[in-house]
């Protein structure tokens, strides 16, 4: 694998597990000094551990203010400063609409659109330093719907343009901003939130791979590989890159 991130520096959210730690691993490879970030310290360990010395682990909650200070402070120490920000935690919540409760929907915003919000405006004086990126974490469900997946595909609709905005916004600073909008991939995020048990998880894995026009459903490594290329791209910005399998296409057999 080509060393093309030597001398760079990403703070990864949520990089304990999914989309998060293989980007982590995969970016380490290319040379880079990674600071993944999560509340579950036993996982950011493991990756931790399977990446070594160019790898910093900070347990930390992104949607708490002085957690996003430290995460970045750390990132930049770790790294001797910030190529890029990689905002992929996040969280789901499903329902029909009469049952939604308010709370839990305002959490979930604060979880998969405030936090990335606000850890990029913090991130913005060190990657104009550097010229980088941020890359945001968007979803086939803006692409697809998915009964009873309001909540999580709002959020992501609202990523997903935020990231056409910070690209005209942060243009003049040489920062650009791209999304990666993944298919299926099997994560822990549903079994995270309680949604379903890891059989039920893949049985419905198994549900989805037929939607995708190549017949499977994607791996987290796949998805890395588009997060790099997004870093790795000096002229592309306000991207909404498409990794998905074809999910998208909306493909039937009619």
Same mark, same amino acid.
């Given at each position: 694998?080509?060393?093309?991130?030597?001398?760079?520096?990403?703070?990864?959210?949520?990089?304990?597990?999914?989309?998060?730690?293989?980007?982590?691993?995969?970016?380490?490879?290319?040379?880079?000094?990674?600071?993944?970030?999560?509340?579950?310290?036993?996982?950011?360990?493991?990756?931790?551990?399977?990446?070594?010395?160019?790898?910093?682990?900070?347990?930390?909650?992104?949607?708490?203010?002085? #957690?996003?200070?430290?995460?970045?402070?750390? /990132? @930049?120490? %770790?790294?001797?400063?910030?190529? $890029?920000? !990689?905002?992929?935690? &996040?969280?789901?919540?499903?329902?029909?609409?009469?049952?939604?409760?308010?709370?839990?929907?305002?959490?979930?915003?604060?979880?998969?659109?405030? #936090?990335?919000?606000?850890?990029?405006?913090? /991130? @913005?004086? %060190?990657?104009?330093?550097?010229? $980088?990126? !941020?890359?945001?974490? &968007?979803?086939?469900?803006?692409?697809?719907?998915?009964?009873?997946?309001?909540?999580?595909?709002?959020?992501?609709?609202?990523?997903?343009?935020?990231?056409?905005?910070?690209?005209?916004?942060?243009?003049?600073?040489?920062?650009?901003?791209?999304?990666?909008?993944?298919?299926?991939?099997?994560?822990?995020?549903?079994?995270?939130?309680?949604?379903?048990?890891?059989?039920?998880?893949?049985?419905?894995?198994?549900?989805?791979?037929?939607?995708?026009?190549?017949?499977?459903?994607?791996?987290?490594?796949?998805?890395?590989?588009?997060?790099?290329?997004?870093?790795?791209?000096?002229?592309?910005?306000?991207?909404?890159?498409?990794?998905?399998?074809?999910?998208?296409?909306?493909?039937?057999?009619?």
């Amino acid at each position: 694998m080509d060393k093309q991130f030597i001398g760079q520096s990403f703070l990864i959210t949520g990089g304990g597990s999914g989309i998060g730690a293989a980007t982590a691993r995969m970016l380490a490879a290319q040379g880079a000094r990674i600071t993944i970030c999560g509340r579950r310290a036993n996982k950011l360990d493991d990756v931790k551990d399977t990446i070594g010395e160019a790898c910093c682990a900070v347990v930390a909650d992104v949607t708490d203010d002085n #957690a996003r200070v430290s995460v970045i402070e750390a /990132a @930049v120490k %770790h790294g001797n400063g910030l190529s $890029g920000l !990689i905002n992929n935690a &996040g969280n789901m919540y499903r329902g029909a609409i009469e049952t939604l409760k308010q709370d839990r929907l305002l959490e979930l915003f604060n979880q998969n659109v405030v #936090a990335g919000m606000m850890l990029s405006g913090l /991130a @913005v004086p %060190h990657l104009e330093k550097t010229a $980088g990126s !941020i890359v945001f974490i &968007g979803s086939a469900h803006t692409r697809r719907a998915f009964p009873g997946a309001s909540p999580y595909a709002a959020t992501k609709s609202a990523v997903q343009t935020l990231t056409k905005v910070l690209a005209a916004e942060l243009g003049d600073k040489s920062i650009r901003v791209n999304c990666v909008i993944p298919g299926a991939v099997p994560t822990e995020i549903n079994q995270r939130a309680g949604i379903f048990t890891e059989e039920e998880a893949a049985e419905r894995y198994e549900a989805l791979a037929p939607l995708h026009a190549l017949g499977r459903v994607g791996s987290v490594e796949e998805v890395a590989e588009a997060i790099s290329f997004l870093l790795s791209s000096p002229w592309t910005t306000g991207a909404l890159l498409d990794v998905d399998g074809g999910l998208g296409l909306g493909l039937t057999n009619q």
